[in-house]
């Protein structure tokens, strides 16, 4: 079945499987972070950008301590730090002053806003406080004299969505605010989900491939993953910027890689097609053999040239790698949890490779995940569950009775793997008990080579450290 046909429901995917948990009242250890995480993460892909909550100051530092772990980088994130007076009477005082201490120490072309679960609750108008803080008479730059930053806001209280639904809804705010018209170009706007550094570069490289200027953004591939400097800067420099933001409305094409399932977020690459005609590519991660040559498939149409030679060997390395150690993969099983982006293309992969993902797992409440899943493995129909809005006790109480190969996934996943003695191959964010988060590669025939030398190395490990006499030579 091509991608482009309509989707099957896999088998009795809503249906709790027999002496599974009823689904609780609470969750514990949920398998998502929050929506203002996603949007600060997103933000900081941009140029000269400080990303700002306005909510109480907790979130900032959870999401700012967050966010470092994995990425081993410093990071600012502003707050407004609404407290009880605030949250009675209005915090719009505390949005002005926040916004202008930014602009005061920080000297930003922007300001990332995004609201939390506080201030949507009491129904701030943020949007209103902003076309107030930019009134040429009563504004910040009357108080100031100084040019007030860009200011750009997307809404996410964390009840509304995952991590994954505020980076798009981020990106998204960005490209509304900036993105204008012009003559068509032959840039080729990129919107990947949420992906590492190591990622964002590899995805650049093979845009330029095909001869393919690209237009990638988020990129917070140097302000997340750079260089030691002498001297600390308050805004690190790289990001996409916001001449390349304005120049999406004039790009040939959009590809989207994710946002297959977001829980009613517009993605950007939907708004360019409805405002400038941009014609919008929606395809899932390419990661594997499969998906990514969906992804190398576009591009070529768009290009118009063949894969570049480099591109075809590292293809035909990987096929030759599938080869020589598809009798590790074979007939194993995993249960893969994460993003929902992430996790459809980890287990069409695991698929391609032998490996039957048993359960898939996700914190996202879209409700798609199931058939999206099914639309591009239709062999997987009936083999596989999936779990929507989930966390970490229902996850660990269908490992212990499935009694999976592996868990693929990030850090959240190995107090399960530790107590259940099911090896983790961590993927995706966060990962906080290793080091080198931001470096894994995950896309592309490069990104899958790596990882399924780590997978196939871990069922060997495992195979090993299970063996009473243990074994060196294969």
């Known amino acids: 079945?091509?991608?482009?046909?309509?989707?099957?429901?896999?088998?009795?995917?809503?249906?709790?499987?027999?002496?599974?948990?009823?689904?609780?009242?609470?969750?514990?250890?949920?398998?998502?972070?929050?929506?203002?995480?996603?949007?600060?993460?997103?933000?900081?892909?941009?140029?000269?950008?400080?990303?700002?909550?306005?909510?109480s100051q907790g979130c900032a530092t959870y999401i700012r301590r967050y966010l470092i772990s994995h990425f081993a980088e410093p990071m600012d994130i502003a707050s407004s730090s609404v407290g009880e007076a605030a949250t009675v009477f209005g915090g719009e005082a505390n949005l002005r002053l926040g916004v202008t201490n930014v602009a005061r120490v920080y000297s930003?072309?922007?300001?990332?806003?995004?609201?939390?679960?506080?201030?949507?609750?009491?129904?701030?108008?943020?949007?209103?406080?902003?076309?107030?803080?930019?009134?040429?008479?009563?504004?910040?730059e009357a108080e100031t004299g100084k040019p007030t930053p860009e200011l750009v806001f997307a809404p996410t209280p964390s009840y509304a969505g995952t991590h994954a639904d505020g980076f798009h809804a981020a990106v998204t705010a960005v490209v509304k605010k900036l993105a204008v018209a012009g003559d068509q170009t032959k840039a080729v706007n990129l919107f990947p989900a949420i992906i590492s550094a190591a990622d964002l570069r590899h995805l650049r490289e093979i845009v330029?491939?095909?001869?393919?200027?690209?237009?990638?953004?988020?990129?917070?591939?140097?302000?997340?993953?750079?260089?030691?400097?002498?001297?600390?800067?308050k805004i690190a420099p790289g990001g996409t910027t916001a001449a390349e933001v304005a120049a999406t409305?004039?790009?040939?094409?959009?590809?989207?890689?994710?946002?297959?399932?977001?829980?009613?977020?517009?993605?950007?690459?939907?708004?360019?097609a409805k405002r400038f005609e941009v014609a919008h590519h929606k395809l899932p991660l390419p990661i594997g053999i499969r998906l990514t040559d969906i992804f190398t498939d576009q591009l070529s149409e768009l290009s118009g040239v063949e894969m570049p030679e480099w591109l075809a060997a590292e293809r035909g390395r990987l096929i030759d790698a599938y080869i020589d150690a598809h009798k590790y993969a074979a007939d194993r099983t995993a249960i893969v949890y994460g993003d929902e982006d992430l996790v459809i293309g980890m287990s069409t992969f695991l698929a391609e490779i032998g490996i039957t993902p048993l359960l898939v797992a996700t914190g996202g409440r879209s409700g798609h995940l199931a058939n999206e899943i099914a639309r591009l493995n239709p062999s997987l129909t009936g083999k596989i569950e999936v779990l929507d809005d989930g966390d970490f006790n229902e996850i660990e109480a269908r490992a212990a009775e499935l009694k999976p190969d592996l868990l693929v996934g990030h850090s959240k996943g190995y107090a399960?793997?530790?107590?259940?003695?099911?090896?983790?191959?961590?993927?995706?964010?966060?990962?906080?008990?290793?080091?080198?988060?931001?470096?894994?590669?995950?896309?592309?025939?490069?990104?899958?080579?790596?990882?399924?030398?780590?997978?196939?190395?871990?069922l060997i490990q495992d195979r090993q450290d299970e063996s009473e006499v243990g074994y060196s030579y294969m």
């Not at 993460?41 to 950008?49: D, H, K, N, Q, R």
């Open 1 to 55: 079945m091509s991608v482009t046909e309509q989707p099957k429901a896999l088998a009795d995917q809503s249906k709790a499987p027999s002496g599974q948990p009823t689904k609780s009242t609470s969750t514990t250890n949920a398998c998502r972070m929050c929506m203002p995480l996603g949007a600060c993460l997103a933000y900081m892909g941009f140029e000269g950008t400080v990303p700002f909550l306005h909510g």
């Open 108 to 140: 930003p072309t922007m300001i990332g806003m995004a609201s939390t679960c506080l201030t949507e609750t009491i129904g701030e108008d943020v949007p209103a406080m902003i076309v107030r803080a930019k009134h040429p008479e009563e504004g910040l």
């Open 208 to 233: 330029a491939g095909y001869g393919l200027p690209s237009l990638l953004m988020p990129d917070y591939s140097d302000r997340l993953d750079g260089v030691t400097v002498a001297r600390y800067e």
């Open 249 to 272: 409305g004039s790009a040939q094409a959009s590809i989207t890689l994710g946002g297959l399932v977001t829980n009613g977020v517009e993605l950007a690459g939907e708004v360019l």
């Open 416 to 458: 399960t793997s530790r107590r259940l003695g099911i090896p983790l191959v961590r993927v995706g964010l966060p990962i906080h008990d290793r080091v080198g988060a931001q470096r894994i590669k995950h896309l592309g025939y490069r990104g899958t080579q790596e990882l399924f030398d780590l997978i196939i190395n871990t």
